[in-house]
């Protein structure tokens, strides 16, 4: 189900567009996602590098528990937070759900069932209009490489790992960057934009009911689908059943 972003960090992001330029990405950025707690964790951002404008900035998200910071980051990103009304805010981030803290007691998110809390958490900064760009392409986590398999398999992008997250997140247009155009998008990822009204939600909904509808009937005439297709099968039916229950 599509969730609307939490109270605190949508007035976050409205405090950080009324005040802009003064505002930062950076400040957005630790606005909506320091001290956050997801399950036993707390997420600290930091890392912050300039990007190409003053609107943009690369960031790491880090795992903290029990005073301990993860090795490495669950999300490495680039935010650019907007400019004016008509240039909406994106992300392009790579997601690595196996969090490693020193002394041991590594965990995976994925495993943990809390992905879908990041990729909302994530969303949750990007308005109408905006966009979410995961990376997938020659990741080692087993959630980036099925999305991978997935996309060139030609699954519905929603029903890989990766886009069903983004749908859960409220995004309902997809693109599949697997081959940057003049090599200059950098890796492999999944875009998904947010409808910009609800006549787009409705016009992309549509859509993907009979994208979905497609992929389930042909998988049930090939017969007996292998687990990767089973699951995206699955995905497609959640998707599709939360649809028919609106």
């Not at 398999?153 to 155009?181: C, H, Q, S, V």
Request: neutral net charge; proline residues 7%.
């Amino acid at each position: 189900m599509d969730r609307d972003p939490t109270e605190g960090t949508r007035n976050a992001w409205r405090r950080a567009m009324m005040v802009a330029p003064f505002f930062t990405p950076a400040d957005v950025l630790a606005e909506a996602l320091n001290g956050r707690r997801l399950g036993g964790i707390t997420l600290e951002v930091r890392d912050f590098k300039k990007g190409r404008t003053d609107r943009e900035t690369y960031f790491n998200l880090y795992a903290s528990r029990e005073g301990v910071t993860s090795r490495r980051p669950v999300v490495q990103g680039l935010f650019f937070m907007g400019r004016g009304e008509y240039i909406k805010p994106w992300m392009e981030f790579r997601y690595d759900p196996a969090v490693s803290f020193p002394g041991g007691g590594d965990m995976d998110l994925e495993a943990e069932r809390m992905s879908r809390e990041v990729f909302e958490l994530l969303g949750s900064l990007i308005p109408p209009g905006g966009s979410l760009m995961a990376i997938y392409g020659a990741e080692p986590h087993p959630l980036a490489r099925e999305t991978e398999r997935g996309l060139k398999r030609d699954f519905p992008p929603m029903a890989t790992p990766i886009g069903y997250y983004l749908w859960e997140a409220g995004f309902r247009w997809f693109k599949d960057w697997y081959f940057p155009e003049g090599w200059l998008e950098g890796a492999m990822k999944l875009q998904a934009t947010r409808p910009l009204d609800e006549e787009s939600r409705a016009r992309r909904e549509s859509e993907a009911r009979r994208r979905l509808e497609e992929f389930i009937a042909g998988a049930r005439r090939r017969g007996a689908p292998d687990p990767e297709e089973a699951r995206a099968v699955s995905r497609a039916e959640n998707i599709l059943a939360e649809l028919a229950s609106r």
